[in-house]
């Protein structure tokens, strides 16, 4: 196990650096840099910057050097000193920036994850039990529909019915009163009064696949002759099901971590726009926008690498789950 | 338990075979005949169809142009198709719409409209309207159908913030959206069965390379690189190259799965005795590659491809609507919900979310499509 451990976070070398390459290739690909942004800014609002100025800035920001000189002093940055260079258009270090809006949106996905699991589990479970039975159907035509709306869509749609008939405004992640508190017991409280909107938009997606892939699963275990020895041998229906097969049809579920973390991490950049979270989201889209290209790269690469992690996570707890993972 | 199959694949040997029967029947028969049993899959593929039907022929079946707008008509809400009814007159009229009594509030200057029941607005089909040209080549002003006088209101989904007819612009994003899931998997598929071919069929470093760009690929979450990489399409070219990078940026993430699915079919088969048996009778590679081993997994491909569709659908949705996909004056289904970014705007007019009806109908029938065709796709199976 502890091989398998070793192996895989060295894997992860290679990949986090060919991330940070791409992100950086990306943030580079738009025409023109944030000082051009900057000058076609300022000219809408009839103001002017005088070349002296603009030519200080180039030269400050590295602008004029070839693109590897860039990036190396920009992943030398990050991994020596943890410095991720400067927001041009928030005038702050990207870091100051991005570590809280990033710890929010590790909470949201989380808080979605815990949400599809416990909700896919028990209803995937029954679903197969009760085959073609009237929740089944229930179940698979809701998961249906969740799997078919789009994320923002059904986010306007709860924010809509909710001014319309809660009389409440479902946007945010805080009330106004704690939006720049500290964080105290009744923030927490407050966020967990928020939560529930972008968990619902998030989760319904995932948790629609997971009911589909727990159904399956157990269907294909149900019909298996251990199962039929268990319920000859007298066990208790809900002990055979739980001791047994439910087991077995767990192996996939736990490996979707790996696959719906990315997704949760995608999605909720999405929602976070249509819903004003301050989570990585907005702040990205803004930055992309302003071609302030550090603060984009810098979400770019730890939103991959926090989608890394997951996967990482995720293939360990299998291979604790299923030997037969490790040894392969 | 069923005895039906048993019974058929036990049928007597001198009885001359029945071209009906599904012992002698051919793989493609196969599957039509387990695909014609998914009822659920069936409907779903018509109206997949008929959705693509609409794409083809947008502009001639939407009312009117994308482009045609009515400033009295600002938010007007949508219109009730009545089948039959009189007017203030009396006189008896059949499939009509009224028209609306419009006031405006003069502090706020909005509009208000209520259904005027003196004003009967009939229905007609193959009647004149604005002009356009089919398929932007031969000139003509006949729609499928819209309102007999061309000019009078008619807006079924009602009206978006400048007068537009919400319902034919739907109809109009139809082609747009509806193909570049199409394109884009058509590009993921070149993509996925070269490289996942040369993977599963090489072996050595190469598939080793190819592994690896995969499981990188897979491991960056999709709408940020997407994000980032539409942002990087500068705004003053052509809408059409637009459209063009969108879904070749779609696809970059696409192709991998597809890739899998080839890969893997490719290492199973290679040594099914099926494989051997065409090596020792003397086929070359390429025969045994095309004419035996491809056709094997064809079918299982397609399923795949068909439930890659709606991904794409979805994603260029969400991109378009956070306003780095595609842009006005192209209409997609996605630029049209961003129309429904502002609640504001949502609040006086729910009815511009009804677009994003046409994305859960074509999104679930393309699933429901591809899970029947998944469960056929294996005809020998059970």
Redesign the interface.
Do not use: D
């Given at each position: 196990m502890l091989t398998y451990i070793l192996r895989r976070i060295l894997f992860m070398v290679p990949?986090t650096l060919?991330?940070s390459l791409?992100?950086f290739i990306?943030?580079q690909?738009?025409?023109g840099d944030f000082i051009t942004a900057l000058t076609a800014q300022m000219a809408e609002n009839n103001e002017t910057l005088d070349p002296e100025t603009l030519a200080a800035l180039r030269d400050r920001y590295g602008f004029d050097q070839p693109m590897i000189v860039q990036y190396w002093k920009w992943i030398t940055g990050i991994v020596f000193r943890g410095d991720f260079g400067q927001s041009f258009e928030w005038s702050r270090p990207v870091a100051d920036l991005i570590w809280d809006r990033l710890g929010l949106t590790l909470i949201v996905s989380f808080a979605t994850l815990v949400f599809v699991w416990v909700l896919a589990f028990p209803i995937g479970i029954y679903s197969a039990v009760r085959q073609y039975s009237w929740g089944d159907y229930i179940a698979t035509f809701f998961g249906?529909?969740g799997?078919?709306?789009?994320?923002?869509?059904l986010a306007?749609?709860l924010?809509?019915l909710s001014?319309?008939y809660l009389g409440a405004s479902v946007?945010g992640l805080f009330s106004a009163e704690y939006v720049n508190a500290d964080w105290s017991w009744g923030r927490v409280v407050d966020l967990l009064n928020h939560l529930w909107v972008p968990v619902i938009v998030l989760g319904t997606g995932g948790t629609a696949a997971l009911i589909r892939i727990m159904r399956a699963n157990l269907l294909d275990e149900l019909k298996k002759p251990y199962v039929e020895l268990a319920r000859a041998r007298g066990l208790s229906e809900t002990r055979l099901l739980l001791k047994y097969p439910v087991r077995v049809a767990l192996n996939p579920f736990i490996s979707t971590l790996g696959?719906i973390l990315?997704?949760l991490?995608?999605?909720a950049?999405?929602t976070a726009?249509?819903l004003s979270l301050p989570t990585s989201g907005p702040l990205?889209?803004n930055a992309?926008?302003a071609q302030d290209m550090y603060l984009?790269g810098g979400?770019?690469l730890l939103?991959?690498i926090?989608?890394?992690i997951g996967?990482l996570v995720s293939d360990l707890l299998l291979a604790w789950l299923d030997p037969r993972i490790r040894y392969e | 338990m069923s005895e039906l199959p048993v019974l058929e694949r036990e049928l007597p040997a001198d009885r001359p075979a029945d071209p009906k029967s599904t012992a002698v029947a051919g793989q493609w028969r196969l599957i039509w005949l387990r695909f014609k049993r998914h009822r659920l899959a069936l409907w779903s593929g018509a109206i997949v169809l008929l959705i693509y039907f609409v794409a083809v022929f947008s502009d001639f079946i939407a009312p009117t142009t994308a482009g045609y707008y009515n400033a009295d008509y600002t938010y007007a809400p949508p219109q009730r198709i009545r089948l039959w009814g009189e007017d203030a007159d009396g006189q008896r009229h059949l499939l009509f719409v009224y028209g609306y009594e419009a006031s405006v509030d003069p502090i706020a200057l909005t509009r208000t409209y209520e259904i005027n029941e003196d004003e009967v607005i009939g229905i007609g089909f193959f009647v004149r309207g604005e002009p356009y040209r089919f398929w932007g080549l031969f000139p003509t002003d006949i729609h499928l159908f819209g309102p007999t006088e061309a000019g009078q209101p008619f807006y079924l989904f009602g009206a978006d913030r400048l007068g537009r007819d919400v319902f034919s612009r739907t109809v109009h994003g139809t082609r747009v959206s509806m193909s570049i899931g199409l394109i884009g998997v058509a590009i993921s598929l070149a993509l996925g069965i070269l490289l996942g071919g040369v993977s599963g069929l090489a072996g050595g470093w190469l598939d080793e390379v190819i592994q690896r760009v995969i499981?990188?690929l897979?491991?960056?979450?999709?709408?940020?690189?997407w994000?980032?990489?539409a942002?990087?399409i500068?705004l003053n070219i052509h809408p059409l190259i637009v459209y063009f990078w969108i879904t070749v940026i779609l696809s970059l993430i696409g192709w991998t799965d597809i890739a899998r699915i080839v890969r893997g079919r490719f290492l199973a088969l290679k040594t099914e005795d099926f494989v051997t048996a065409a090596r020792l009778d003397g086929c070359g590679q390429q025969r045994i590659i095309w004419r035996h081993m491809v056709p094997s997994f064809m079918s299982h491909l397609i399923a795949s491809t068909t439930l890659a569709i709606?991904a794409m659908i979805?994603a260029e949705?969400?991109l378009s609507?956070?306003g780095?996909g595609l842009r006005p004056p192209v209409v997609s289904w996605g630029v049209l919900?961003k129309e429904?970014?502002s609640?504001l705007a949502?609040?006086n007019a729910?009815w511009l979310?009804l677009p994003?009806l046409a994305?859960?109908v074509a999104?679930?029938a393309l699933?429901?499509l591809g899970d029947g065709l998944r469960d056929a796709s294996d005809p020998y199976g059970n």
């Open positions: 990949v060919a991330i791409v992100a990306i943030i690909l738009p025409p249906f529909i799997l078919a709306v789009p994320n923002f869509l306007l749609v924010m809509y001014s319309r946007g696959w990315p997704t991490v995608s999605g950049v999405v726009i249509v990205l889209l992309l926008f984009a979400f770019i939103l991959s926090l989608t890394l996967t | 499981e990188f897979k491991s960056i979450p999709t709408i940020p690189l994000m980032g990489l942002a990087a500068p709606p979805l949705t969400a609507f956070l780095i919900l429904a970014q609640i949502v609040a729910p979310f994003g994305v859960i999104v679930l699933n429901f």
